[in-house]
């Protein structure tokens, strides 16, 4: 099995050698590809002594999804796998997700993960729990597959199209709800890789109201794909949870900007009349 790996990143040169490393030492790439999202640093230089061990790609700042598909675009291998700069694989990683895909006959997978905040360990919420097989619903909440954790066959996204570039953020979620439509997650159990969290340069910090992001995904799946009677009940459940909670917080805050946002979204009445 060949895999293409690819590590979008903007300035993170401090842990991208890190990621880069632990990407090298796993037999199964054949590819790997950083996709430099228009940093202020030199990155290129940072990285040149991998030599032909790593492709450079720079592009003006787009973001991260259109940093991650330029990748895929790039990408030669029947698998991808993806890594964000500040993460790091464990030894073993492409291995195990192998055995288990050749296992169970799937075509995506994902594992569980060592939590670092701020250099200490820290247990995930029981609201993060991670799982296998038809996992559409139990994403629905909030995103429960972290991309660093992501291998999966390259024909899915003929299937289910790219990460998503009008979303700034909740990306991935968008992605892996489009994708857990379609097809059912193998999932290793045994943590595969470090995750590390607390830095000031997060999308999570960066943006205000997050389930912003959520909502206009959620919308997107009523208004373009086919769904059976029980996930689009699922899907306008949390749907109603989040735009109520937004509104809730939004008027604690006197956040005008997002109650006119929420106005607009509410005005809707094709996808939420009947919520």
């Known amino acids: 099995m060949s895999v293409s790996v ?15 490393d632990s990407v090298l030492c796993q037999p199964e790439v054949e590819q790997l590809i950083v996709v430099d999202d228009g940093s202020d640093i030199d990155i290129e230089s940072a990285i040149q002594y991998y030599g032909s061990s790593v492709s450079y790609i720079r592009q003006k700042k787009m973001g991260v999804s259109a940093a991650r598909n330029r990748g895929i675009t790039e990408s030669t291998q ?21 055995t ?36 559409f619903i139990n994403c629905l909440p909030l995103c429960t597959v972290s991309p660093s954790s992501v291998l999966m066959h390259r024909n899915i996204f003929t299937d289910v199209g790219l990460f998503d570039v009008q979303l700034p953020a909740c990306e991935d979620y968008d992605l892996w709800l489009r994708i857990a439509l379609e097809y059912e997650f193998d999932f290793v ?3 595969c890789l470090k995750k590390y969290g607390g830095h000031e340069d997060q999308l999570s910090r960066k943006y205000w109201g997050m389930d912003r ?63």
């Open 213 to 275: 992001f959520r909502v206009q995904s959620l919308c997107k799946l009523l208004k373009i794909h086919s769904m059976d009677e029980d996930q689009i009940k699922a899907v306008k459940t949390i749907l109603n949870e989040k735009l109520r909670i937004l509104r809730l917080g939004a008027l604690k805050r006197e956040n005008t900007e997002l109650l006119a946002w929420l106005d607009i979204m509410q005005s809707d009445s094709k996808l939420i009349s009947d919520l």
């Open 189 to 191: 159990e045994q943590a």
């Open 100 to 135: 288990g895909l050749e296992r169970n006959h799937r075509l995506i997978s994902h594992t569980e993960e060592v939590w670092i905040r701020n250099g200490v360990r820290v247990n995930p919420k029981n609201r993060h729990h991670k799982r296998g097989g038809s996992i």
């Open 6 to 20: 690819i590590i979008p990143v903007y300035n993170r040169v401090k842990w991208l050698c890190r990621a880069i």
């Open 78 to 98: 029947p698998w991808i796998a993806f890594l964000d700069s500040d993460d790091e694989w464990l030894t073993g990683k492409l291995a195990l997700q192998f």
